[in-house]
C-alpha cells in the first residue's frame, strides 16, 4: 500500500471509531457527544497515532 491509501485507511478508522462510540454510547445526549467527539476520541487518536506516523 502506498501512503496515500493508508492516510485514507487511518481517516476511515478513524471515523469508524467516532461513529461507533456515538451510536453505542452516547445516542441521547447531544452536547456530551460533542464534547466527547472533539475533546476525547479526536485528540486521543491523534495522540495514540502520532508516535507511530513518523518516517523511519
Same mark, same amino acid.
Given at each position: !500500500?502506498?501512503?496515500?491509501? !493508508?492516510v485514507?485507511?487511518?481517516?476511515l478508522?478513524?471515523?469508524?471509531?467516532i461513529?461507533?462510540v456515538? #451510536? #453505542?454510547?452516547?445516542?441521547?445526549?447531544?452536547?456530551?457527544?460533542? !464534547?466527547?467527539?472533539?475533546?476525547?476520541?479526536?485528540?486521543?487518536?491523534?495522540?495514540?497515532?502520532?508516535?507511530?506516523?513518523?518516517p523511519?
Open positions: !500500500m502506498g501512503e496515500p491509501d !493508508m485514507t485507511l487511518k481517516v478508522v478513524m471515523v469508524a471509531a461513529v461507533g456515538d #451510536l #453505542l454510547l452516547l445516542r441521547q445526549h447531544g452536547r456530551r457527544r460533542l !464534547m466527547v467527539d472533539v475533546v476525547g476520541l479526536v485528540l486521543t487518536f491523534r495522540a495514540f497515532h502520532l508516535p507511530f506516523a513518523r523511519s
